[in-house]
């Protein structure tokens, strides 16, 4: 494997722009000017410059159409750059170029909210979606496509961003028939009423509020579906299975065995983990 230095990757490396401010580079097709073309591996990368990286196979002759690969747990904003990306027919690439369109949402939560919807509608179907801590209300679009027997959503954040309505214009303006069938709703999440016909979702409710997530349905009786981040160590409740694994494994498996106390039947998947290292999905419903 052959290094080069900085100065010879920036004279004959042609960056793609698109993603010249991505805080790490996978290995990808990149073109020499004047010349053949290469896959190479980024080894530093700072202020959008690349410092150095390795050939790993010179002479590499992609397709036309390959795109450098994509880091799916990228923080960066999606926009109209990366419409190329999701230039196919099925409903990922669709939603992707809504998302692309709108211009506001990490490239990370794109994919967490699809993987996630996909997983829960494969388990649970009908009823209305209640998407708490939502943020952009992203996961509540897509299982409201995934499944069209779902009347309605609503959306509740304690703070909604502005740029949520930009996504849900590019969303609707290309599925009509979501008009007026999605709810923002911005308050707190205890004030909500909920019904045994819901489904209770929650991407990456922060800490002790995926707890309030699971306790809010199990006092309704719903079916709920959480894929938990930030375990707080301190003051998180792990069960006492610290012993037998770590903290945030102990605290989710806790969850679960609190979820199967109160007559709940659990499942248990992951999301793939080059998207987010907190890619345990629980999903339960009353037994």
Known sequence: MKKIKKDKVLEFIEIDPVNSKADRWP???AFRKNSNPCRIIFDKFQESKVISCFV?????????SQEPIMDRSSRNRLNDHQ???FDGETLFDRIARSVCHAGCLPRKELFEAWETA???RRRFRGGRVVDLACGHGLLAYILMLLDDS???????????PESAGALAAALEETWPRLRGRIRFEQGEIEKIALTPDDLVVSVHACGALTDLVLERA???????AVLPCCHHLDDG??????????????IDATRAARLSSQGYKIYTQIIPRDITPKNRLLLAEPA
């Open 118 to 120: 996909r997983r829960v």
């Open 83 to 85: 419409l190329s990306r």
């Open 237 to 250: 409740n792990m069960g006492g299975l610290q012993g037998w694994m770590d903290g945030p494994l102990a």
């Open 56 to 64: 790993v196979l010179s002479g590499y002759s992609p397709s036309p």
């Open 150 to 160: 779902s009347p309605e959503a609503l959306a509740v954040d304690l703070h909604i």
């Open 27 to 29: 290995a990808f097709v």
């Open 218 to 224: 199990m006092v309704a009786g719903s079916r709920v």
